[in-house]
């Protein structure tokens, strides 16, 4: 039996709350990988309060649960699911995704072929979602188009070479969001390439973006504050100016409404109307000139109550002093890793053939 240590592929699935969607994420990704002869895949819940955990436990595959002490986030669980396989090639889902078919393949071909590549992802099709039933979608998120293009960062599902990985560190566990483009910056500073091939890689399922519950979910799971602590630990990495350049936008709204705020201050205290008026005409401007430009007036709308909310998280975690990444240690963010052995196989396969029938898998590697 080849040992976890000769894996060619760890298929790492990170979740929380994901039980709508986590049979069709582990199937995928049991599909996927089947024809790879060397794999293992690896569960890694964030402390999840619904049936997540105890759905994938009735599948064949090693189930990781991080510790309710540790301010889990998705950078987190990728980082400790990275840490503890030993693929030479690390595929990351979202609990929410289901992968396609031959996404695994397909991207083991591409940077088996050219070691220079620190990663690729594919073709990623949204479908959104709102209280539970689907309301659209987005084809081709990430607008990768018919040819291969090198981007700056992947955007949750994607595989990495596990070398280019462990050359910068790998994920930064304390991250809470904006963790890609944290890590995409670190690659290719290294000298590391990333790129987005013309292949389909799978479809998100997800809520639908800039609803009320979305923003809910970002501002309570603090994913704007992330924005800010990668702006903060760029800053003794050199890289302020690339993370700040594709903030731009909301970086440059709270500048708008400060000198806003200044020149109300100037006309309470000096009783000069003249610069808040001015302000206030020029705001009008930028508002028509953005919906003549975008031909809408619901997306300028919907972009500026995204850069108001993401603001003071952003500010918040720029504030916030950074946790030293070399500080982490696994034994304390694992509170629970369940290896199924081989001889259980039948057994997880029975048990979980009351859920959903589970496809064959060629070899289960590091259970």
């Given at each position: 039996m080849t040992t976890a240590r000769e894996a060619t592929l760890s298929a790492v699935i990170i979740a929380r709350n994901e039980s709508a969607h986590i049979v069709r994420c582990i199937e995928s990704v049991m599909a996927a990988v089947a024809s790879i002869d060397g794999c293992e895949i690896v569960l890694v819940d964030s402390c999840s309060d619904d049936r997540t955990v105890e759905i994938a436990r009735r599948y064949p595959i090693r189930v990781i649960e991080l510790a309710r002490n540790q301010r889990c986030c998705a950078a987190m669980g990728r980082h400790v699911g990275i840490a503890l396989t030993r693929g030479e090639y690390v595929l990351c889902v979202d609990g929410d995704t289901e992968i396609h078919p031959d996404w695994a393949t397909a991207a083991l071909a591409v940077l088996s072929a050219r070691p220079n590549l620190g990663g690729a992802a594919g073709r990623e099709d949204q479908i959104y979602y709102r209280n539970g039933e689907r309301v659209g979608g987005k084809p081709?998120?990430?607008?990768?188009?018919d040819a291969e293009c090198v981007v700056d960062q992947f955007g949750g599902n994607a595989m990495?070479?596990?070398?280019?990985?462990?050359?910068?560190?790998?994920?930064?566990?304390?991250?809470?969001?904006?963790?890609?483009?944290?890590?995409?910056?670190?690659?290719?500073r290294a000298g590391w390439q990333l790129v987005r091939i013309p292949a389909s890689m799978g479809n998100h399922h997800t809520?639908?973006?800039?609803?009320?519950r979305e923003y809910r979910r970002r501002l309570s799971g603090h994913l704007f504050t992330g924005q800010g602590q990668v702006l903060r630990i760029a800053l003794r990495q050199g890289l302020f100016w690339e993370h700040a350049r594709k903030l731009n936008r909301v970086l440059l709204f709270w500048l708008w409404v400060a000198i806003g705020g200044a020149t109300a201050g100037v006309a309470v205290t000096l009783s000069r109307r003249a610069p808040a008026v001015m302000w206030l005409a020029a705001s009008g401007l930028l508002i028509v000139a953005f919906v003549i430009r975008t031909r809408s007036v619901a997306k300028p709308l919907r972009l500026m109550v995204d850069w108001a909310l993401s603001g003071p998280p952003l500010v918040w975690?720029?504030?916030?002093?950074?946790?030293?990444?070399?500080?982490?240690?696994?034994?304390?963010?694992?509170?629970?890793?369940?290896?199924?052995?081989?001889?259980?196989?039948?057994?997880?396969?029975?048990?979980?053939?009351?859920?959903?029938?589970?496809?064959?898998?060629?070899?289960?590697?590091?259970?």
């Open positions: 081709d998120y990430f607008e990768t188009g990495y070479r596990r070398r280019a990985l462990e050359s910068v560190g790998s994920f930064n566990p304390y991250v809470r969001s904006f963790e890609e483009a944290e890590l995409g910056a670190r690659l290719r809520q639908q973006p800039d609803s009320l975690g720029f504030l916030l002093a950074p946790a030293d990444p070399r500080a982490f240690r696994l034994e304390d963010a694992v509170a629970s890793d369940q290896r199924i052995s081989l001889s259980m196989r039948d057994s997880a396969e029975s048990s979980a053939s009351t859920l959903q029938p589970i496809h064959s898998f060629g070899v289960f590697h590091g259970l």
